[in-house]
T-cell receptor, first 120, second 111 residues
Framework: GAVVSQHPSRVICKSGTSVKIECRSL??????MFWYRQFPKQSLMLMAT?????????EQGVEKDKFLINHASLTLSTLTVTSAHPEDSSFYIC????????????????FGQGTRLTVV | GQQVMQIPQYQHVQEGEDFTTYCNSS?????IQWYKQRPGGHPVFLIQ?????EVKKQKRLTFQFGEAKKNSSLHITATQTTDVGTYFC???????????FGQGTRLTINP
């Protein structure tokens, strides 16, 4: 299957600082990337949809000024958690959709490894 | 809004026993996808079902898509410890590429 790389895998930051998370599709061009948040033992909560060259579409209740998304190219999307607070601590996962090598439908999502953010 | 419900939330079995998780959508789906997330890992795509009544098998895993394209199931025969993880179903949100995920079923296995 296709490879999506997410970096960093873990980050600890001080309250009030900003953290940038990168999501890269390594062997295909992702027409769309998605950012999720996952609380312990819970499902994936979609935060926003990111398309290359256009503004991200945020889900209801997600603060766009808090979670800045940039999709500069067809292989890279970034999520910046600004002025992080302890309640922002969570597991953030990106996924990418696009014409992928070996994909049968082109609609299945390939996930990055996730980033565990801890704000202290 | 569109909802995807999954039951049970947790399932603990003895190794060798069978396991089934069920997925129900509030709306008709164009397709349904299944993902597996190992503890500490990220979701990995397993399969997509598209046709009404479709049944697909992957070794010990059997996936079904209901006739009305609103429900689906995943059945694992003779579970092994490598099957441990959370299984999610997901359906596309109507008119969008976005996926709506079920709550997941966490499978634990007693060796």
């Amino acid at each position: 299957g296709a490879v999506v790389s997410q970096h960093p895998s873990r980050v600890i930051c001080k309250s009030g600082t900003s953290v940038k998370i990168e999501c890269r599709s390594l062997d295909f061009q992702a027409t769309t990337m998605f950012w999720y948040r996952q609380f312990p033992k819970q499902s994936l909560m979609l935060m926003a949809t990111s398309n290359e060259g256009s503004k991200a579409t945020y889900e209801q209740g997600v603060e766009k000024d808090k979670f800045l998304i940039n999709h500069a190219s067809l292989t890279l999307s970034t999520l910046t958690v600004t002025s992080a607070h302890p309640e922002d601590s969570s597991f953030y996962i990106c996924s990418a959709v696009g014409p992928t090598p070996g994909a049968l439908w082109g609609t299945e999502a390939f996930f990055g490894q996730g980033t565990r953010l801890t704000v202290v | 809004g569109q909802q995807v419900m999954q039951i049970p939330q947790y399932q603990h079995v003895q190794e060798g026993e069978d396991f089934t998780t069920y997925c129900n959508s509030s709306t008709t789906l164009s397709n349904i996808q299944w993902y597996k997330q190992r503890p500490g890992g990220h979701p990995v795509f397993l399969i997509q079902l598209v046709k009404s009544g479709e049944v697909k098998k992957q070794k010990r895993l059997t996936f079904q898509f209901g006739e009305a394209k609103k429900n689906s199931s995943l059945h694992i025969t003779a579970t092994q410890t490598t099957d441990v993880g959370t299984y999610f179903c997901a359906g596309p949100r109507r008119g969008a590429q976005k996926l709506v995920f079920g709550q997941g079923t966490r499978l634990t296995i007693n060796p």
